[in-house]
């Protein structure tokens, strides 16, 4: 029986870590394409919607320089466990121009550079922790 025991502990603690890996991942990503996005008077920065299930569709017509509520979205929007669907979208008509280095601010995008930092840290932690 302890065995048994010892083996659904470590599928739960093994499940639940997973699900604060994927949510982290998230947060990093969704708040790094937020920082990363350039700012003239706030719109661009403040229209990163987050969802779940689906991409949001239209503007929000947040200004939000800074991106502080843009970012506590992602906070309060990213579900705790894995296995979700979380969408960041932007519909300002000029930020795929900005993503595609329209902007002399952000010449290499947001979403782009992030998902390539992601991709660099997520390969280096499975070269460091190879069992």
Same mark, same amino acid.
């Given at each position: 029986?302890?065995?048994?025991?010892?083996?659904?502990?470590?599928? *739960?603690?093994?499940?639940?870590?997973?699900?604060?890996?994927?949510?982290?991942?998230?947060?990093?990503?969704?708040?790094?394409?937020?920082?990363?996005?350039? *700012?003239?008077?706030?719109?661009?920065?403040?229209?990163?919607?987050?969802?779940?299930?689906?991409?949001?569709?239209?503007?929000?017509?947040?200004?939000?320089?800074?991106?502080?509520?843009? =970012?506590?979205?992602? *906070?309060?929007?990213?579900?705790?466990?894995?296995?979700?669907?979380?969408?960041?979208?932007?519909? =300002?008509?000029?930020?795929?121009?900005?993503?595609?280095?329209?902007?002399?601010?952000?010449?290499?995008? =947001?979403?782009?550079?992030? =998902?390539?930092?992601?991709?660099?840290?997520?390969?280096?932690?499975?070269?460091?922790?190879?069992?």
């Amino acid at each position: 029986m302890a065995f048994a025991d010892d083996v659904r502990k470590f599928s *739960v603690a093994a499940g639940e870590s997973s699900d604060g890996i994927v949510r982290a991942v998230t947060l990093s990503l969704f708040n790094g394409i937020i920082r990363d996005t350039p *700012v003239r008077d706030g719109r661009l920065r403040g229209d990163w919607q987050t969802t779940v299930g689906q991409p949001a569709s239209g503007e929000n017509g947040r200004i939000d320089k800074g991106g502080k509520a843009a =970012m506590a979205e992602v *906070v309060a929007k990213t579900p705790a466990g894995a296995g979700q669907e979380t969408y960041i979208s932007n519909s =300002m008509p000029y930020a795929e121009i900005i993503e595609n280095g329209g902007s002399q601010k952000a010449p290499e995008g =947001m979403v782009k550079r992030n =998902m390539d930092r992601i991709a660099r840290n997520l390969k280096k932690a499975i070269r460091d922790n190879k069992v």
